[in-house]
Structure formats: C-alpha cells, structure tokens
C-alpha cells in the first residue's frame, strides 16, 4: 500500500530536516509532503534544499494553526498522488522504517482500521491512546495542583492492553496512520482549532462514524518532545489555546449545556488568574 507521509514545520526546521535525513531514504514512504506553516526564520529556504521527486515542500500563506496545516498536506496526497495511507509527523519524533513497515502491515491486514498508532514513548512515559475527555476530566484539568491528575481519568487500565492491537477512542498526535479515505469521510482535521484537541476531535469524528481507532502495543516512536510549541508559545499563553480549544470541543462536539460551560468557565478563570500571579511573585 503506497504510503505518505505530512510533516508540519513552524520556525523549527533543525528538526524538520533532522526528520527527513532520517526518513528520505526509507523504501516504504513513497511520497514525504512537509508543510511550512508561515514560518518566520528561515524555514522554508532551509527546508526547500531538500525538495526532491518524493519530498513535497508546500508553503501555507499563514498560520492557522496544527489542523489546518496538517490539512493542506492531507489534501495534497489525496489529489495528487496514489497514495491509500498517510502519516501525520511531528517534526521531532524519532521513528524506524521497520515501526512504518509494521503498521503498513497492520492496515494491509485488517482493512477495519481506519486510524492506526504505534505507542510513544515521550517524557519518560508512555502513551498508548487514552478515552474521550468527559465533564468531570474538563473540569479537574481547569483545577489548579489537581489538573495533573485529569488525564488519570481518561486513561485506560493497564490490564486492557492484552492484545497486540487494542482499540482506543483516541491515539497520539505526534505520530499515527490513516487510512486517506477515511480522514476524507470526517473531513480530515477541524480546523477552527489552533492548537490542542485536534486527537480528541479527530476521535470523536472517528467514534460517530463508527470507524475504528487502534493502538500496536508492540511498536513504539520516540517523541523528543514538544519543541515547536514550547519555541513558540509560553506558559500562560499555551494555556490559553488549551482551553480555547477545550471549550470549543465540549460546545462543538458534546453539546455541553450553558450551565457546564459557565462552570468550565468559572473555574478557568481562577486557575488563569493564580497562574498570572504565580508568574507576577
């Protein structure tokens, strides 16, 4: 199955390029789209060197953010190449070609997976896919000191992963495959958020078309790290876009009620407020 890969740039192209010396020659990519997101250094110079027969470089004429970035490489291997499976990538994960082969394999297998990743080992831990936020999850992620324990909610028990491949409403964004068809039928990523949330999202479209999501608890990619972001954005502002994009989640998505919306509210504003003067003493 001919497969591409997108990798989304923004003012990071050290570990844009370190991601294609590292994959330009892997047999089983047949087409590398990286994306330039209206970088402001010296990206797309940089990052047009490397343009070849496989490796695509588009240029966004602005910034939109993660989804709609990733969109316009989406989009460009579904008009205008073979390609049945796509890769999203983050610019700074670490991935063999015998992970890609893999989980080629994988789809090749059963052609019921529309969404397909691989564990990431990132920060010490290891994430392999975790449950739709619900209320109770949003809330506690808006609760200063105890916010760190919202995640706990969504993840499922260790003892649920007893199977090579093992079906999760959400996989990791850093790096996961698809089925093109079917990025296609839920109309690939929203783009109305900038950052964050697009893997919720993107489950839930998934979920509402009956389509499966599957984790191989037997291959794993390094994720270095959120660097673009943390280049990119600081604290509070990070903060910011988590919660914007939260909120237009749970009223887009879950039809949140007014009442749940004015206490997600209610309680992101005091944990914004502590942060400000967290930062101020």
């Known amino acids: 199955m001919k497969t591409g890969i997108v990798i989304l740039n923004y003012n990071d192209y050290e570990n844009t390029i370190k991601m294609l010396e590292q994959i330009m020659d892997y047999k089983c990519l047949s087409k590398i789209v990286v994306v ?79 969404f397909l990743g691989p564990k990431v080992l990132e920060y010490g831990h290891i994430s392999k896919g975790w449950k739709l936020p619900n209320f109770a999850s949003e809330l506690v992620s808006t609760m200063n000191y105890f916010n ?16 090579k491949l093992c079906d999760v409403e959400v996989i990791h964004g850093c790096f996961f495959m698809a089925r093109l068809k079917d990025f296609k039928k839920i109309k690939y990523f929203d783009p ?41 954005l600081k604290k509070i502002k990070k903060y910011k876009a988590l919660k914007k994009s939260m909120f237009y989640y749970e009223k887009e998505y879950r039809h949140l009620n007014i009442l749940g919306m004015a206490l997600l509210k209610l309680f992101y504003f005091i944990s914004l407020g502590i942060l400000y003067l967290t930062f101020w003493i």
């Open 148 to 163: 760190r324990f919202s995640f706990k909610l969504q993840r499922y028990k260790d003892s649920y992963y007893q199977e």
């Open 192 to 232: 109305h958020t900038f950052l964050y949330y697009e893997e919720n999202i993107l489950g839930y479209k998934a979920r509402a078309k009956a389509m499966r999501v599957v984790v191989d608890t037997s291959l794993s990619v390094q994720h270095m790290g959120s660097l673009t972001v943390d280049k990119s």
């Open 36 to 114: 330039d997101n209206c970088s402001t250094d010296e990206s797309l110079e940089k990052i047009r060197l490397f343009e070849s027969k496989k490796i695509i470089v588009l240029e966004s004429s602005q910034n939109k953010g993660y989804a709609y970035g990733n969109n316009l490489g989406l989009k460009y291997l579904e008009k205008e190449t073979n390609c049945e499976l796509a890769i999203i990538s983050n610019p700074d994960v670490v991935v063999s070609e015998s992970v890609i082969e893999a989980l080629i394999q994988d789809m090749k297998k059963d052609e019921t997976i529309s």
